[in-house]
Every structure is written in structure tokens, then in C-alpha cells.
């Protein structure tokens, strides 16, 4: 299930355009983060799209949402893409984001307030960043354009492409695969600056790649023989 998440809107209005996007390429399950008052001004703008704006859901926070939703996969807008821990967080383009995502899940593509988008804390909940090349003159998109071009790419390529999909990894199964790394670096010795940053790259690698759920199994029982290795190694090395 594909959900459209609009945190913290601030104008009525901008509800019901988002709304009237979103039906223009099939989809229907809007997500309000502590959002201004829903007025007329919503339904109007929304055409023929009132019935998403009558159906939408908020919540008060999006880590609420995303934890009480049970979210797979959140994919995060924004116009400006930096980096944290001094490691540069990559973001793709409304195409690539097409190309390797599965809709299987639940899907979550989060766009953030008119002024000043998603916060850095925000963004740091996220598996994905996504941004659109734009003109340096003018680089920042009114939210329903920016919208409009990711749906766009979405809807073109679930309508074109039909071949089976693999199911995707859950996010309890990417955790795993996370704690089992985490475990494999810990083993390693690093100093603790250079392991919290090998985890977040792998981490980054991993929420980036929209692996399967048979990839993730498979890539699980690679990690689970390299750490009994090395436990082999240790045992070894103590004697």
C-alpha cells in the first residue's frame, strides 16, 4: 500500500491540491502530520478528488505514523539533499526511485511543509531521499509539482512494466540484518567513531536498495557464516 504523507501542511488549500495529484495517478491514501485546519478551501481545490481529502488520516508526529502504520519503506522529498556524520547520504531521482522500488508493503513517500520542508531529524527516519533536478536559478518546487513528477514516474512504471515482482523485505527483516552487521563490527574492533559509521553505510546501503525478502534471507545467511567465522577465529587466536 502506497501512502502519501504531508507533514505539517499550512495551508488548506495545498491539502486539496496535493489530494487532486494524487488521484490523477491512482492514488488514495492520504497521511496529514499535525496539519493546519482543514477547511472548505481543501474540498474545493480538490475537485474531483474530495473523496481522498474526506479520507485522509493524521497523525501527530510522522515517527507515530510510521511505527503505528507499520512502514516498510519511507521515502523522503526534498529539494535540497545533504549529508550527516560527515558521510554524504545519496539521493535519487524520481526515475531511479522508480526503477528499483517495490510496491509490495507498505510504501511511504513524504513530502514535507510548504516553507522549509522536512527537518534533518525527519529525514534521518527515512529509508530513501529523493530530489528532482531542477535549474540553480530556482531549485525548490512548490509541493504538488514535486509530487506530481514523482507520481508520474511511479504510475509510468507500474503500468509499463508487468513482469513478477519479488516480495520486498519487511522492515523487521532488514532490521535483522542490520543487528547481525552491527554484531560483525563489533567483533571487528573498531574504534566506536569508525563502527557507527560503518553501520550507518550499511544501513544507508540497505535501506537504498529496496532489497527482496529473498535477497535479504540469503544475504542474512552470508552474515550469520561470517560472523561464525570470525567467533572460529577468535576462539583460535585465544588459544
Known sequence: ?????????????????????????????????????????????????????????????????????????????TGTAGGSYNIARIAVTPEQLADSISYNG??????GREGNGLS??????????VSIPTHENYPILNITHAAAIIFYELFKREKSYHVDRLEAATCA?????????????????????????????????????????REAHTLKGTLRRIKSRIKEINSKEEL
Open 120 to 129: 534533518n531529524k525527519e529525514i534521518a527516519l527515512c529509508d530513501v531521499i
Open 1 to 77: 500500500m502506497i501512502y502519501v504523507v504531508f507533514v505539517e501542511p499550512e495551508t488548506p488549500g495545498n491539502i486539496g491540491f496535493l489530494a487532486r495529484t494524487m488521484k490523477n495517478f491512482g492514488l488514495t491514501n492520504l497521511v496529514l502530520i499535525n496539519p493546519c485546519k482543514l477547511e472548505n478551501e481543501s474540498y474545493y481545490q480538490a475537485m474531483h478528488a474530495r473523496d481522498v481529502v474526506s479520507n485522509l488520516q493524521t497523525y501527530d508526529s510522522l515517527k507515530e505514523f510510521l511505527i503505528l502504520k507499520q512502514i516498510d519503506s519511507a521515502v523522503a522529498t
Open 106 to 111: 507498505n510504501l511511504a513517500l513524504i513530502f
Open 173 to 213: 527483516e532488514k532490521e535483522s540484518l542490520m543487528d547481525y552487521m552491527d554484531e560483525i563490527i563489533l567483533k571487528l574492533g573498531y574504534p566506536p567513531h569508525k563502527s557507527n559509521n560503518a553501520s550507518l553505510v550499511f544501513k544507508r546501503i540497505i535501506e537504498r536498495a529496496f532489497i527482496s525478502g
